[in-house]
Nanobody, 123 residues
């Protein structure tokens, strides 16, 4: 089991940037693929981005491609989501998750979730 703690959310104006962090526990962090998901008010949770354990493979949802960048630092047991050119439609609670791998462009075999961090983008 991996314990995940997100941070870095907040309130930002449209066009601004935020960087989310997810700190993970455990010695086997590098063996997990990591993903970011989000849940907007009144909507179901949706996939945002995923990165393989090595960091060599990444994939994004069409709605964030070109604006968001996922990265990881295995030495620090952390994964990040750099969000640029934010839009009001990006307002949501953002969750990081640990899984078995990258499959069909998403996170496969999700094992653990963080508690989420709120991102609010004002127009």
């Amino acid at each position: 089991q991996v314990q995940l703690v997100e941070s870095g959310g907040g309130l930002v104006q449209a066009g601004g940037s935020l960087r989310l962090s997810c700190a993970a526990s455990g010695r086997t962090f590098r063996t997990y693929a990591m993903g970011w998901f989000r849940r907007a008010p009144g909507k179901e949770r949706e996939f945002v981005a995923v990165i393989s354990g090595s960091g060599f493979t990444t994939s994004y949802s069409d709605s964030v491609k070109g604006r968001f960048t996922i990265s990881r630092d295995n030495a620090k047991n952390a994964v990040f989501l750099q969000m640029n050119s934010l839009e009001p439609e990006d307002t949501a609670v953002y969750y990081c998750a640990a899984g078995n791998g990258v499959r069909r462009g998403s996170l496969d075999g999700i094992r653990d979730w963080g508690q989420g961090t709120q991102v609010t983008v004002s127009s």
